[in-house]
């Protein structure tokens, strides 16, 4: 079952972030937290926001959008300034490509093992949900 998310809670890792996140990934994640999505038939698990509101939310978001671009960040085919929100499960993330204090709507693939960037929407709204 999806959790919703606070804004302050979406503020403070835009904060962390130093950049704000595109509005309707914001609007989504406020909503679900979470989720997947469907890309050309492939499965994509959304990363959620760290929300510490409660101990079984705390629990639930524990590997955050953060944790997991840090993670990420480790592949040096890793786009700098990307922001990981999504991956598959064998090492490839759904991104989001930073400009200054602003992170860009469009959604991009990303796989680990070519560092192959695909833009896949032009906005995060248009990625279907699961």
Do not use: C
């Not at 079984?56 to 990981?84: C, H, N, Q, Y």
Request: net charge negative.
């Amino acid at each position: 079952m999806p959790f919703d998310l606070s804004e302050a809670q979406l503020e403070h890792t835009e904060l962390l972030l130093g950049a704000t996140l595109p509005e309707t990934y914001r609007r989504s994640m406020l909503l679900h937290n979470g989720g997947e999505r469907d890309v050309d038939g492939e499965m994509w698990e959304l990363i959620p926001i760290r929300d510490d509101r409660s101990e079984r939310r705390s629990t639930r978001t524990e590997e955050d959008v953060l944790g997991w671009t840090d993670e990420f960040r480790m592949w040096r085919t890793w786009p700098k300034g990307a922001i990981g929100i999504a991956r598959n499960g064998v090492g490839d993330a759904l991104l989001f490509l930073r400009e200054h204090e602003r992170i860009r709507p469009e959604v991009y693939l990303w796989r680990h093992e070519t560092g192959v960037l695909e833009k896949i929407a032009s906005d995060f709204g248009e990625v279907p949900s699961a």
